[in-house]
């Protein structure tokens, strides 16, 4: 639900448009430079072969523009009340007591590894809110007593601030920790009707 109230001033704050600009950017700059370079070429030369790279280019950088614009307006915050998503002047609560599990999943893509933060409420979600529901993911239960619904947010470029702030900030009897996943549960939709990110 909406909250008029804000994170206290010693929450931890992650500001997502920020990191994914500098993660981004020189991707952007780079193959829309290969693109406008390739168009160049292609009207000069016309080559067929000049012209795919100018293409790749081209759709590439405005697939990494697109992943800055979808999070840039992103900011979350972990303090002693609970977990805020906060976006474009709104912001939302998920209280600590709210919840009945809280920990980092993470599983290997290539050499790389990817890391998302689990929260598991206690009782019903709440599928209709503006700024939570492309977070929630419908999922088997990683322990008795944990529920299936829960939101899911990737923290891949953020995994040791994330670390860092649940242990300082969440009770620890929620606490389940760091679980390795199959790779097969980044693939995992979202609970019907609901908008997936990146959509």
Same mark, same amino acid.
């Given at each position: 639900?909406?909250?008029?109230?804000?994170?206290?001033?010693?929450?931890?704050?992650?500001?997502?448009?920020?990191?994914?600009?500098?993660?981004?950017?020189?991707?952007?700059?780079?193959?829309?430079?290969?693109? %406008? #370079?390739? #168009?160049?070429?292609?009207?000069?030369?016309?080559?067929?072969?000049?012209?795919? %790279?100018?293409?790749?280019?081209? %759709?590439?950088? *405005?697939?990494?523009?697109?992943?800055?614009?979808?999070?840039? *307006?992103?900011?979350?915050?972990? =303090?002693?009340? *609970? !977990?805020? %998503?906060? &976006? $474009?002047?709104?912001?939302?609560?998920?209280?600590? =007591?709210?919840?009945?599990?809280?920990?980092?999943?993470?599983? &290997?893509? *290539?050499?790389?590894?990817?890391?998302?933060?689990?929260?598991?409420?206690?009782?019903?979600?709440?599928? =209709?809110?503006?700024?939570?529901?492309?977070?929630?993911?419908?999922?088997?239960?990683?322990?008795?007593?944990?529920? &299936?619904?829960?939101?899911? #947010?990737?923290?891949? $470029?953020? !995994?040791?601030?994330?670390?860092?702030?649940?242990?300082?900030?969440?009770?620890?009897? #929620?606490? !389940?920790?760091?679980?390795?996943?199959?790779?097969?549960?980044?693939?995992?939709?979202?609970?019907?009707?609901?908008?997936?990110?990146?959509?």
């Amino acid at each position: 639900m909406i909250s008029d109230r804000r994170p206290d001033p010693d929450a931890t704050v992650v500001r997502y448009g920020l990191r994914w600009l500098l993660w981004t950017l020189p991707l952007v700059l780079l193959l829309g430079g290969v693109g %406008v #370079l390739g #168009l160049l070429a292609l009207i000069d030369q016309g080559f067929h072969v000049v012209a795919l %790279v100018c293409l790749l280019g081209l %759709v590439w950088a *405005g697939f990494a523009l697109r992943t800055v614009l979808r999070w840039r *307006g992103l900011v979350t915050a972990l =303090d002693a009340k *609970g !977990f805020w %998503v906060l &976006r $474009h002047g709104k912001a939302v609560l998920i209280p600590w =007591d709210s919840l009945a599990g809280i920990g980092l999943y993470w599983t &290997r893509v *290539g050499r790389r590894l990817v890391h998302t933060m689990e929260l598991c409420p206690r009782g019903d979600i709440d599928d =209709d809110d503006p700024l939570l529901r492309e977070f929630v993911r419908d999922t088997a239960p990683l322990r008795e007593g944990l529920p &299936r619904l829960r939101y899911r #947010l990737d923290v891949r $470029h953020f !995994f040791s601030v994330y670390d860092r702030a649940l242990r300082r900030w969440a009770p620890p009897e #929620l606490w !389940f920790g760091r679980v390795e996943q199959p790779r097969s549960y980044l693939r995992q939709s979202a609970t019907a009707g609901l908008t997936r990110p990146g959509q």
